[in-house]
């Protein structure tokens, strides 16, 4: 398995509240990403980024935004947490944009 | 835009039965594909990849997956099924015009498997 963490694992907090969630890799893998994950949307790129301070927006990065100041760790961060906020938020790493990606275990978020 | 469709939401499959979960892609250039399976509670696993060559992949676990260009489609194949294989699966494409890092993924297949 690739050496992916992610944490929290778990977070429960409040509607108008900053969250970061982290992502930290031992493979120095160039690529990392993040995506959540609803019922019935499968997976969404929120953001990714292709080396140390370089990101780029995905699919779905309205109210979302990320740092990369290492190579091996990526932080998601919302700056106010809203309830369709709620959702399973994975990471994954890959060496190239053509390389395969591999996923974390995921945070599951829960915005009350 | 480039889209991924798993027109199944749920499979039920007896054990020991054959498995085809369907994935059908819209895309304008020559697409990259995956299989990926998640366990209840786990993050998501590679099962095999389609980039170019044979037109017939093989993964892990005895999993296959046939690219038919002229049906846009990404079948995941297992001549047996285990219980163990229950499980969502999840199609993704990638594409070189639109950034292969841009994974699209369809809403997934979820595999229940009968005694």
């Known amino acids: 398995d690739a050496g992916i963490t992610q944490s929290p694992r778990h977070k429960v907090t409040e509607t108008g509240t900053p969250v970061t969630l982290r992502c930290h890799q031992t493979?120095?893998?160039?690529?990392m990403y993040w995506y959540r994950q609803d019922p019935g949307h499968g997976l969404r790129l929120i953001h990714y980024?292709?080396?140390?301070?370089?990101?780029d927006k995905g699919e779905v990065s309205d109210g979302y935004s990320v740092s990369r100041s290492k190579t091996e760790d990526f932080l998601l961060t919302l700056e106010s947490a809203t309830s369709s906020q709620t959702s399973v938020y994975f990471c994954?790493?890959?060496?190239?944009?053509?390389?395969?990606?591999?996923f974390g275990p995921g945070t599951r978020l829960l915005v009350l | 835009a480039q889209s991924v469709t798993q027109p199944d939401i749920h499979i039920t499959v007896s054990e020991g039965a054959s498995l085809e979960l369907r994935c059908n892609y819209s895309y304008g250039a020559t697409p990259y594909l995956f299989w990926y399976v998640q366990s209840p509670g786990q993050g998501l696993q590679l099962l095999l990849k389609?980039?170019?060559?044979?037109?017939l992949v093989q993964g892990i676990k005895g999993f296959e997956a046939e690219f038919k260009r002229s049906q846009s489609s990404f079948n995941l194949r297992k001549p047996s099924v285990h219980w163990s294989d229950a499980a969502e699966y999840f199609c993704a494409v990638g594409a070189k015009n639109t950034g292969f890092q841009k994974l699209v993924f369809g809403t997934g297949t979820r595999l229940l498997v009968s005694p």
């Open positions: 980024s292709y080396g140390v301070k370089d990101t």
């Open positions: 389609y980039f170019s060559g044979d037109t």
């Open positions: 493979e120095n893998h160039r690529y």
């Open positions: 994954a790493i890959s060496a190239s944009e053509e390389e395969t990606q591999y």
